[in-house]
């Protein structure tokens, strides 16, 4: 039963939402080999402003060690 959350700078259009979300589960079915009513997927938009503060140094920063595709960016 894999959840995911992907949060983004805010901007992109419903579209583009939608057809990450299929994306990401075909890719999730396709590597753990699970049915696509196991997989949901939720996208969260933030202010690009807030980005540092709301998701780099609380989730992406302390958590290094744990991330299989680390960002290539390191925000000041």
Known sequence: MPHV???MIE???E???RRTA???TQAIMDGIGCKE???SVA???LPA???VSAVYRPE???QMDRLYKKPGYKPE
Request: glycine fraction near 4%; charged fraction near 40%.
């Open 22 to 24: 299929e994306l990401v």
């Open 5 to 7: 959350v992907i949060k």
């Open 11 to 13: 901007g992109r259009s």
């Open 60 to 62: 992406i920063e302390p």
């Open 15 to 17: 579209e583009q939402k």
């Open 43 to 45: 996208i969260e938009d």
């Open 37 to 39: 009513s196991s997989v």
């Open 49 to 51: 402003a807030e980005w």
